[in-house]
């Protein structure tokens, strides 16, 4: 078992965010209008290989179905010159937080800054939404400049804890 430190963001206004956009051409976000599995699936792999997210590996597609049919959660995928790169689940709850729920790139779209702009499209997405307050966690599995990255676009720290956690052979 491993320590993990998972700390607890949170922006509470929209004048609040500090948006950085990508100097790429041909960034684009877009909503998924209607939910695809596979999709989901894939960008669940193919990002969270290096971060050791394996709670959802095991789900059949007729899980995933169930759980992007929810009424709460929206997927998005960041797309460079139309290849897609990245992608962001936001969930909102009952309370009027809008959660951003799984966020990040494929690796090799990782230190061209998409991550900045992706995470403003999420944070603005969340405030058009009808937001009250948009959150996100980031913990040690994440990749290292994960925390930094958040609070440069202007969350703010609000809990932190440590859990115990079993990281399989070759994970983070």
Same mark, same amino acid.
């Given at each position: 078992m491993t320590d993990? *430190?998972?700390?607890?963001?949170?922006?509470?206004? !929209?004048?609040?965010? /500090?948006p950085k956009r990508a100097s790429l051409d041909g960034v *684009?976000?877009?909503?998924?209008?209607?939910?695809? !599995?596979?999709?989901? /699936?894939?960008?669940?792999?193919?990002?969270?290989?290096?971060?050791?997210?394996?709670?959802?590996?095991?789900?059949?597609l007729d899980q995933w179905?169930?759980?992007?049919?929810?009424?709460?959660?929206d997927t998005?995928?960041?797309?460079v010159a139309g290849i897609p790169a990245g992608y962001f689940e936001l969930q909102h709850h009952g309370s009027g937080d809008v959660?951003?729920?799984?966020?990040?790139l494929i690796g090799a779209f990782i230190g061209r800054g998409l991550?900045?702009?992706?995470?403003?499209?999420?944070?603005?997405a969340a405030w058009a939404a009808g937001a009250k307050r948009v959150i996100v966690d980031t913990c040690s599995l994440d990749h290292p400049n994960a925390f930094a990255?958040?609070?440069?676009?202007?969350?703010?720290?609000?809990?932190?804890?440590?859990?115990?956690?079993?990281?399989?052979a070759g994970g983070a």
């Open positions: 993990v *430190t998972i700390k607890f963001l949170e922006m509470t206004s !929209p004048v609040e965010l /500090r *684009t976000v877009a909503r998924v209008p209607r939910p695809i !599995p596979e999709l989901n /699936r894939f960008f669940y792999g193919a990002v969270g290989t290096n971060y050791s997210w394996t709670d959802r590996l095991s789900w059949s179905r169930e759980y992007l049919e929810q009424p709460a959660i998005y995928v960041l797309s959660e951003i729920k799984y966020f990040g991550g900045a702009h992706m995470l403003t499209a999420a944070t603005e990255h958040y609070v440069a676009r202007g969350f703010k720290l609000y809990d932190t804890k440590v859990v115990k956690r079993e990281i399989p």
